[in-house]
C-alpha cells in the first residue's frame, strides 16, 4: 500500500474483538482498520476539513479494495449494528467542536427567535461524556436528552436510538438538527430539514458540502447506524444549564389506579396516587418523599419506573414497585458542575458477571430457579441507591453504567398504553422461566425519525437488563415471540440485543413504506460502490441493504 496521508495511521484491533458490553466478538479483516486523528497543524476548520479529504481517501480505498468499513465511535452496542466483516475506523480521537455565529445561520433560523447560543457543532467521535463537560463547563449549556449511562460516541449514541427518559422531549438523536455525512471518495453532504432549516450557504460552503435541505433524507439519515456513510459533524440543539432534581418512590403498590395513571400519562392522577400513599405511611412529614406539582421553575423532565420480577406481587406495598423522576429546574449562576468524579455506588468487577453467566449456562433447569431469585434479589437490593441528595446537572446525574461485565440488556418500545400488557406477560413467562435480571419503563416522546425505534407518539420503552447467559436470551426471545402472537405492535433498539430482526420483522415493525422511503434515501445518497462499503451482516440480516422497490428506486 501507498504511503497513507497524515491523519491516517493503521489500527490493529484485537483479534477476537469484544464489545464493551463484553456480549459478543467480532473478527475483522487484517490490515484494513484505520485511526483518524486531528493533525492540529491549522485552524480547526482547517483541520476538520482535512479530516473529510481522510475520510474520503479511506472510502475510496475500502472501493478499490472491495473491503467493507464502518466506522466506530466507544464500541458501545450489545449488537453487532456497527461490526463489518472488513475494517473498523477508529474515530475516538475526533473531538472537535464548534459554536457558530450568525453568519453561520439561515435566515430562517434566526428569525424564528432561536441563537447561536442554541447550537453546538462537534465531531461525531466526541463521546458523550465529554460533549456533556464541554457544555456545562465551557457553556453552561445543557444536552436536551441523554442516555442513563453516556460511554457512547455522539455519533454513536444518535445512530442507534440512544433514548433515556425525557418524557416530553424525545431520545438523543431528536436533539440533532443537522447531519454532515462523508458518502464517497468524491462526495460528502450537509443534511438537515426543509421545515426547519439551520445553516447558512456559507456554513455549507466552508465545510466543502453539497448542501441537503429535505426532510425525508434527514430523517432516514439521522437513525442510519453508520450504513449512509461516515458521521463527520453533528449539530445540536442545547438548552440554558439546568439541573435535576430527583424523588425516587419505593414499593409503590402496582395497582389499577396506577396502570391507569401511567398508561394515559395523567401527571396529576399520578401525583395524587404517589401523595396519598405518603400521607398514609404515617412517616413524619420531613420523611414523607412526594411529588411536587409543575410550576415555571419545575417541570417534570425524566420519568422511570423499576420493577424486580422476583419479588414483586400486585396491590403490596412490600413487593411494589420503584418509581424514579427528575424535574428541570434552573440552574444558579453560581453554581460548579464537577465532573471527573468517581461514580459513587456499587460497581461490579468484570469478572462477577461473566462468572455468574457461566454458572447459569452450565446449570440446569431446575438449578436455575434456585439460583436467579437470590440472586437478582441480592444484586436490585444493592444497585438500587438512593435519590441524588440535591440538584445536579445533566452531566453529572448520567454518565457511565453502574454495571460492568457480562450484561445482556434488550429493549422494547411500545405504545405506553400496551405497556402493563407486556409487563403481564413478562411477569407470567417468569414464572416458568426465570429471568436473570430486572425491568425497567422509560417514556419517551415518539420521533420523526423514519426507523426510529422510539416510533409510538407517547413511547414506553421497555429495559430487560440481566446476565448476559443462554437463559437469559431465550427469555428474551420467548418475550418477543409472545407479543408477536398477542399482536402487540413493538419494535427493539437497534443498539441493544436484538438477534430476532429479520427483514420480515422491521418490515411489520415499521411499515412498508417507511422501509421503502430509507431505502430510497440511502440509495440516493450513496452510489452502488458506497452501498458495498457501508453494507454490513446486520444489514442484511434486517433486509436493509436492497434497492428500494418500484416507483422508490
Not at 461525531?124 to 449549556?141: A, D, F, T
Not at 421497555?462 to 446476565?467: K, P, Y
Request: aromatic share 10%; proline share 5%; glycine share 8%.
Amino acid at each position: 500500500m501507498s504511503a497513507l496521508p497524515p491523519g491516517i495511521t493503521p489500527f490493529y484491533p484485537e483479534d477476537p474483538w469484544e464489545n464493551a458490553h463484553q456480549n459478543f466478538t467480532h473478527r475483522f479483516k487484517p490490515g484494513a482498520s484505520y485511526t483518524l486523528r486531528v493533525e492540529g497543524n491549522q485552524s480547526r476548520l482547517e483541520d476538520y476539513n482535512a479530516t473529510t479529504a481522510n475520510m474520503q481517501w479511506l472510502i475510496g480505498n475500502a472501493i478499490r479494495t472491495r473491503t467493507p468499513l464502518r466506522a466506530m465511535g466507544n464500541n458501545w452496542s450489545f449488537s453487532p449494528v456497527a461490526m463489518c466483516n472488513g475494517g473498523i475506523l477508529n474515530t475516538r480521537a475526533l473531538n472537535l467542536r464548534f459554536v457558530l455565529g450568525n453568519s453561520s445561520l439561515a435566515p430562517a433560523y434566526l428569525q424564528s427567535g432561536k441563537t447561536k447560543e442554541e447550537l453546538i457543532f462537534v465531531q461525531g467521535g466526541m463521546s458523550m461524556l465529554e460533549l456533556n463537560e464541554v457544555l456545562e463547563l465551557r457553556y453552561r449549556r445543557s444536552m436536551r436528552a441523554s442516555g442513563g449511562s453516556n460511554g457512547q460516541s455522539v455519533a454513536g449514541a444518535g445512530a442507534t436510538g440512544t433514548h433515556g427518559g425525557a418524557l416530553y422531549t424525545g431520545a438523543v438523536h431528536d436533539t440533532i438538527v443537522g447531519l454532515h455525512l462523508v458518502t464517497g471518495p468524491d462526495r460528502h453532504v450537509w443534511i438537515e430539514k426543509a421545515s426547519s432549516p439551520v445553516v447558512s450557504d456559507e456554513f455549507i460552503h466552508a465545510l466543502g458540502a453539497e448542501g441537503i435541505r429535505d426532510d425525508a433524507m434527514f430523517n432516514a439519515a439521522v437513525m442510519s447506524f453508520g450504513s449512509f456513510g461516515i458521521v463527520h459533524g453533528v449539530m445540536l440543539r442545547t438548552d440554558p444549564l439546568f439541573l435535576l432534581e430527583e424523588y425516587r418512590f419505593d414499593h409503590v403498590p402496582y395497582t389499577d389506579e396506577l396502570q391507569r395513571a401511567i398508561r394515559r400519562q395523567d401527571m396529576a392522577a399520578l401525583r395524587s396516587f404517589l401523595n396519598r400513599l405518603a400521607d398514609e405511611s404515617g412517616l413524619p412529614d420531613h420523611l414523607k418523599v412526594k411529588m411536587p406539582p409543575e410550576s415555571a421553575t419545575r417541570k417534570l423532565y425524566h420519568l422511570e419506573v423499576a420493577l424486580n420480577p422476583h419479588y414483586f406481587e400486585k396491590e403490596n406495598k412490600e413487593k411494589g414497585i420503584y418509581i424514579r423522576m427528575f424535574y428541570k429546574v434552573p440552574c444558579p449562576p453560581a453554581y460548579q458542575p464537577l465532573h471527573n468524579r468517581v461514580a459513587s455506588g456499587l460497581t461490579y468487577s468484570q469478572d462477577l458477571n461473566g462468572i455468574i453467566s457461566r454458572v447459569l449456562d452450565a446449570a440446569g433447569p431446575t438449578l436455575n430457579m434456585l439460583i436467579i431469585k437470590p440472586l437478582v434479589n441480592a444484586l436490585f437490593r444493592t444497585t438500587l441507591r438512593a435519590a441524588q441528595p440535591k440538584p445536579m446537572t445533566m452531566g453529572e446525574t448520567f454518565r457511565h453504567t453502574r454495571f460492568k461485565g457480562q450484561i445482556a440488556s434488550a429493549a422494547i418500545a411500545v405504545d405506553t398504553a400496551d405497556i402493563f400488557r407486556v409487563i403481564d406477560v413478562i411477569l407470567d413467562l417468569n414464572r416458568s422461566q426465570p429471568f436473570a435480571g430486572g425491568i425497567a419503563l422509560r417514556f419517551v416522546k415518539g420521533t420523526s425519525a423514519t426507523l426510529g425505534f422510539t416510533k409510538f407518539a407517547k413511547t414506553c420503552v421497555l429495559e430487560m437488563d440481566g446476565v448476559d447467559a443462554a437463559i437469559t436470551r431465550r427469555f428474551f426471545e420467548t418475550v418477543w415471540l409472545r407479543l408477536e402472537g398477542m399482536g402487540v405492535p413493538y419494535t427493539l433498539h437497534w443498539g441493544k440485543i436484538n438477534f430476532i430482526l429479520n427483514e420480515q420483522r422491521v418490515r411489520r415493525m415499521y411499515g412498508d413504506a417507511r422501509v421503502n422511503e430509507w431505502l430510497a434515501c440511502r440509495a440516493a445518497l450513496l452510489d452502488e460502490a458506497s452501498r458495498r462499503v457501508f453494507t454490513n451482516d446486520f444489514m442484511i440480516q434486517c433486509g436493509l441493504h436492497k434497492a428500494p422497490p418500484g416507483p422508490f428506486a
